[in-house]
């Protein structure tokens, strides 16, 4: 193999190396994206469920006797 051509084959597997790199760090920021709305998600919902919580918890009794 000439030398010229080895270089190629140097600077072609560091370019799939940048690539690999740069697909997996997209990936990454994707699942970072993810996670941060799962979150939100779960928080909203969490407080969804307590607000219910509590009107359930604090409506007067009778009230569902009178209808």
């Known amino acids: 193999m000439t030398l010229q051509l080895q270089e190629l084959m140097r600077q072609s597997d560091e370019k799939i ?8 760090l997209e990936l990454a920021q994707q ?5 941060d709305r799962l ?3 779960l ?5 969804r469920v307590q607000e219910t ?5 604090f ?4 009230q569902k006797k009178m209808e």
């Open 39 to 41: 979150h939100e998600d």
């Open 17 to 24: 190396e940048v690539l690999e790199l740069q697909s997996r």
């Open 43 to 47: 928080r909203a919902s969490d407080a």
């Open 59 to 62: 409506q007067p009794r009778n």
């Open 53 to 57: 919580f509590k009107f359930l918890l």
């Open 31 to 35: 699942a970072s994206d993810l996670t």
